[in-house]
């Protein structure tokens, strides 16, 4: 069985950090292999693993949304149309040695696009029970789950940094998920970039009153700072770093 975590918050909260230093703390772990797929429109998950981009899910459709009005279709003759998703989803797949990655890219144009929509739904849902775990690092909008592209997720993490609104971003989404009856087996809010490390009071008020349930705070780090700036990826961070330590501890909670 494949486990499914999906992480998910207002931009800028630190989702698409963690869920890259997520990934290199199971691959460590020997918890491999693990299916990572970046469902944000700003992807750009690939830095924090240190990979190249690849072509997109979003590249595909479009291409072949365009291949049903242009008469210079991208299907080579004698390929059926599934053949040639197949064989692109090939290409759109990054492999390490425990993970893989798939990017998303953007998810709406003009066009048809249920065709091929159905067609990665089914080619994801076939593929990733090739893994051990699905990580995703989402969107606010939790849309690829929502629609069904993505397959259903076991535990949500939410992400917010230490301010009100971000807390309250994170009950609307957690409000959502009820809403859009995702059935997420486990529904926990990490706060990221606490000064010191430390919850205010005041947040945690806000915590309460948004009925979340909070699994744990990790500090504002000033290495992920030099490391970003310095253009080096995150996963290189010594195990020591403020970061990955919070994490962890988060991780050994979860029992994943
Ligand atoms: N714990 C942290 N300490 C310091 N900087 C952080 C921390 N977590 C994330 N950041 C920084 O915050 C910014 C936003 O993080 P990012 O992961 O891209 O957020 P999101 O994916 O939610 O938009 C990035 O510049 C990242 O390096
Ligand atoms: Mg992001």
Not at 96 to 123: P, T, W
Not at 127 to 144: F, I, K, P, Q, S
């Amino acid at each position: 069985m494949t486990y499914s975590i999906a992480m998910a918050g207002k931009g800028g909260t630190g989702k698409t950090t963690l869920c890259g230093l997520f990934i290199n703390h199971l691959v460590n772990a020997g918890k491999g292999p693990i299916l990572a797929v970046d469902a944000d429109a700003n992807s750009n998950l690939n830095e924090v693993l240190g990979v190249e981009k690849p072509i997109t899910l979003g590249d595909i459709r479009e291409e072949l949304a365009r291949s049903e009005i242009d008469e210079n279709s991208p299907v080579p003759v004698g390929m059926t149309k599934q053949e040639y998703v197949n064989f692109k989803f090939g290409s759109a797949l990054v492999e390490e040695a425990h993970f893989d990655m798939l990017v998303m890219g953007r998810s709406q144009g003009k066009g048809c696009y249920c065709y091929v929509n159905d067609v990665l739904r089914e080619q994801l849902k076939k593929y990733y029970t090739n893994y051990n775990y699905l990580v995703v690092d989402n969107e606010a909008g939790l849309e690829h789950i929502s629609r069904g592209i993505l397959p259903p997720v076991d535990l949500i993490l939410l992400v917010s940094d230490c301010s009100r609104r971000g807390i309250q971003a994170a009950g609307r989404i957690a409000g959502m998920i009820k809403e859009l009856d995702l059935k997420v087996a486990q529904v926990w809010l990490i706060v990221n970039r606490a000064p010191a490390g430390k919850l205010d009071p005041g947040i945690r008020e806000e915590i309460e009153a948004q009925n979340l349930s909070l699994i744990g705070v990790i500090p504002q780090d000033e290495e992920v700072y030099q490391y970003d700036a310095a253009g080096k990826p995150l996963i290189s961070l010594p195990e020591t770093s403020l970061v990955k330590q919070g994490l962890a501890e988060i991780i050994k909670k979860l029992e994943l």
